[in-house]
């Protein structure tokens, strides 16, 4: 009797133990590495980021992406230091707002200022054909774009761009490097800038020279006649 009483706790117990183990499901395949996982998670985020800031853009909610620094004087060697010192003051002319872009309502203001205005679609299209990061506005960079396309003949003759650089009175009017029209003659040209560069900062040097020797000469004179009036 204590012993058939022993077996149904026995057997009691082993039922409670399998009704506690938990069941496995069938797995149709096994799951893959690890690293695809990573793989398919940074694809996943990079997807994600990259629709977020284009919802962000037509929304007029993207931050501005920091602007590429840059050297106009080895970047557009084509030009002289004083048409890229022309360019540049011309710039921060129209660049109203400081903000270092000229946008539509800037350009519109420039354009008007040289005797060539310009519709609302007749000013994005400028912008449009030289603005390298989709912004809608020019920056410095993209503003030397234009007298470069101008120098090289790339620009239609009745385009806005094409009045803004003839109208700027900035000279451009050349060909390739410098006006060669050979490549080779170019090739020369090219080589030899780095020294007219030289030349031409050793040039600005001499002249804060000469106008620190005058600004002295100046001072020197003021005490002189100073001098004489109080003695």
Known sequence: MASEELAKKLQSRRTATQEAEPRSEPRCCEPGPPEADASASASSAELSAVL?????????NAASRPTRVFNPYTEFKEFSRKQIKDMEAMFKRYDTGRDGFIDLMELKLMMEKLGAPQTHLG?????????????????YREFLLIFRRAAA??????????????????????????????????KVQALSLGSKFEAEIQEE???RKRQEVDKKQRQAAFKQLQSAFCS
Not at 52 to 60: C, F, P
Not at 123 to 139: A, P, Q, R, T, Y
Not at 171 to 177: A, D, I, L, Q, R
């Open 52 to 60: 977020t800031r284009r919802q962000d853009i037509n929304d007029g």
């Open 123 to 139: 000013l994005k299209n400028m912008i449009k054909e030289v603005d390298e990061d989709f912004d809608g506005k020019l920056s």
């Open 153 to 186: 003949g790339e620009l239609q003759e009745e385009s806005g761009l094409m009045a803004l650089a003839r109208l700027s009175e900035i000279n451009v009017s050349t060909e390739g490097v410098m006006g060669a029209k050979d490549f080779f003659e170019a």
């Open 205 to 207: 040097k001499e002249e």
